[in-house]
Nanobody
Framework: QVQLVESGGGLVQPGGSLRLSCAASGRTFTNYNMAWFRQAPGKEREFVAV????????SYADSVKGRFTISRENAKNTVYLQMNSLKPEDTAVYYC???????????????WGQGTQVTVSS
């Protein structure tokens, strides 16, 4: 089992920044590719970003490309999501997830955190 705990969410004004963190425990962190997803009220959970186990390869949803950056510190068993130039449409619960395969699809992920709320509003 892998346990994931997100932190760093909150209320921010449009154009502002937030940094989300996800701490992992349990199995070997470098066995897993790590991703962030988000879910807005009344909408399906959607892919945001993914990073390969070694941190070399990343992929992003078009809606966040150029504004969000995913990174990981394997020595700390932690993955991050730096979010800049935030927009009201970025408002959602953000989830950290782990998978053996490098994918962007929700049902490919085996382990999930509990989520952290991000609200972008003036």
């Amino acid at each position: 089992q892998v346990q994931l705990v997100e932190s760093g969410g909150g209320l921010v004004q449009p154009g502002g920044s937030l940094r989300l963190s996800c701490a992992a425990s349990g199995r070997t962190f470098t066995n897993y590719n790590m991703a962030w997803f988000r879910q807005a009220p009344g909408k399906e959970r959607e892919f945001v970003a993914v990073i390969r186990w070694n941190g070399v390869i990343t992929s992003y949803a078009d809606s966040v490309k150029g504004r969000f950056t995913i990174s990981r510190e394997n020595a700390k068993n932690t993955v991050y999501l730096q979010m800049n130039s935030l927009k009201p449409e970025d408002t959602a619960v953000y989830y950290c997830a782990a998978a053996v395969r490098y994918k962007t699809v929700v049902n490919e992920y085996d382990y999930w955190g509990q989520g952290t709320q991000v609200t972008v509003s003036s």
